[in-house]
T-cell receptor
Framework: AQRVTQPEKLLSVFKGAPVELKCNYS??????LFWYVQYSRQRLQLLLR??SRESIKGFTADLNKGETSFHLKKPFAQEEDSAMYYC??????????FGTGTRLTVIP | DGGITQSPKYLFRKEGQNVTLSCEQN?????MYWYRQDPGQGLRLIYY???????QKGDIAEGYSVSREKKESFPLTVTSAQKNPTAFYLC?????????????FGSGTRLTVV
């Protein structure tokens, strides 16, 4: 069965420090992975997709099939990065399975 | 202004009552979804629909019902059979085919049973 694990519920880093939000998945098929972000008082929104290999707001995420991971990284955290981050796995035609989320706090 | 609208934002229900949460989108998306968000549990899929007049159960469908009579609308009814309905409910839509640009989410409805 598919599963997405985000081991850290809370993560605090200082402004300017590197940040890594961990995500591991379990899926027997070919995975498609996403990171969603929810800023305070805003809707949950797509941050990036692994298939596009893009960098959004300085964040990147590489799919590592050997380690079944899709960690989200940013070299220098900013205060505006403080938010709730969800890793999601697409399994089946259009079903997204979400992890439990990590709340990132960037300390000024 | 294209988007997905959920109403109401807050909803209070007495025990034993059914309530319906509205979800409307004007994005011309084929697929629509309902998730439940509880603290510490992330988002869990209740129901989804990939085309009009068709829908499928998600992981936690018990005590819920949906309909998809129109492409734009995917209302969720929380029935009295749902044992713990107090939660935050999120509706989402996606293009449903072709390149996957991810989901577009509504702003959510917070349901409280009193």
């Amino acid at each position: 069965a598919q599963r997405v694990t985000q081991p850290e519920k809370l993560l605090s880093v200082f402004k300017g420090a590197p940040v890594e939000l961990k995500c591991n998945y379990s899926y027997s098929g070919s995975p498609e992975l996403f990171w969603y972000v929810q800023y305070s008082r805003q809707r949950l929104q797509l941050l990036l997709r692994h298939i596009s290999r893009e960098s959004i707001k300085g964040f990147t995420a590489d799919l590592n099939k050997g380690e079944t991971s899709f960690h989200l990284k940013k070299p220098f955290a900013q205060e505006e990065d403080s938010a709730m981050y969800y890793c999601a796995l697409k399994a089946g035609a259009n079903n997204l399975f979400f992890g439990t989320g990590t709340r990132l706090t960037v300390i000024p | 202004d294209g988007g997905i609208t959920q109403s109401p934002k807050y909803l209070f229900r007495k025990e034993g009552q059914n309530v319906t949460l509205s979800c409307e989108q004007n994005l011309n998306h084929d697929a629509m979804y309902w998730y439940r968000q509880d603290p510490g549990q992330g988002l869990r899929l209740i129901y989804y629909s990939q085309i009009v007049n068709d829908f499928q159960k998600g992981d936690i469908a018990e005590g819920y019902s949906v309909s998809r009579e129109k492409k734009e609308s995917f209302p969720l009814t929380v029935t009295s059979a749902q044992k713990n309905p107090t939660a935050f409910y999120l509706c989402a839509s996606s293009i449903g085919q072709g390149i996957d640009y991810g989901y577009t989410f509504g702003s959510g409805t917070r349901l409280t049973v009193v």
